[in-house]
T-cell receptor
Framework: ETGVTQTPRHLVMGMTNKKSLKCEQH?????MYWYKQSAKKPLELMFV???????ENNSVPSRFSPECPNSSHLFLHLHTLQPEDSALYLC?????????????FGNGTRLTVT | QQQVKQSPQSLIVQKGGISIINCAYE??????FPWYQQFPGKGPALLIA?????SEKKEGRFTISFNKSAKQFSLHIMDSQPGDSATYFC?????????????FGKGTRLSVIA
């Protein structure tokens, strides 16, 4: 069983809805990440938190809003999304952010925006 | 310069054969090269990684070959098995990631047929 748990596994939402994705890691890691995975495109890094502080925001639209209340939990709040935002959203954690250490991914949330 | 180009996009190999996936990069600051394996419905998982102080790293049936002068690296899967059927992603970054996060290739979907 993965040490990174994501909920929900699937989410269908309309463009006017507000929803949140949740991620929890049980590995004692200090860095947590949100990635977007779309077909035939490289994994896109969205946000990075290191020791609960946001260190990376890759020009992500404001309709995506991350929250990291502690080093074990990460949320992605969604509002007024577009159909092109439909994708698999992956959460990951690693021991640290500055020096490359292996990323541990959750199984993702499959998001469909209608 | 931040891209990692991965080929082929898809690959079909007979059971027992050798699967070869290639990646190329431009950024000479990259010196950490991991490969991730992703099964359907699962998040990617680290398979094997190499740093450029060695030209080859082997773990079981999986081998990374690295050519620093050509800025290329490849994954070889010996004696490929149906259980190896998955999507494989190469990636690259400086060893000290800091503000240069891991850059992923677009992935190769491997199917091993009996």
């Amino acid at each position: 069983e993965t040490g990174v748990t994501q909920t929900p596994r699937h989410l269908v939402m309309g463009m006017t809805n507000k929803k949140s994705l949740k991620c929890e890691q049980h590995l004692g890691h200090n860095a947590m990440y949100w990635y977007k995975q779309s077909a035939k495109k490289p994994l896109e890094l969205m946000f990075v938190y290191n020791f609960k502080e946001q260190t990376e925001n890759n020009s992500v639209p404001s309709r995506f809003s991350p929250e990291c209340p502690n080093s074990s939990h990460l949320f992605l709040h969604l509002h007024t999304l577009q159909p092109e935002d439909s994708a698999l959203y992956l959460c990951a954690s690693s021991q640290d952010w500055e020096y490359n250490s292996p990323l541990h991914f959750g199984n993702g949330t499959r998001l469909t925006v209608t | 310069q931040q891209q990692v180009k991965q080929s082929p996009q898809s690959l079909i190999v007979q059971k027992g054969g050798i699967s070869i996936i290639n990646c190329a990069y431009e950024n000479t600051a990259f010196d950490y090269f991991p490969w991730y394996q992703q099964f359907p419905g699962k998040g990617p998982a680290l398979l094997i990684a190499i740093r450029p102080d060695v030209s080859e790293k082997k773990e079981g049936r999986f081998t990374i070959s690295f050519n620093k002068s050509a800025k290329q690296f490849s994954l070889h899967i010996m004696d490929s098995q149906p259980g190896d059927s998955a999507t494989y992603f190469c990636a690259a970054s400086p060893a000290r990631a800091g503000n240069t996060p891991l850059v992923f290739g677009k992935g190769t979907r491997l199917s091993v047929i009996a």
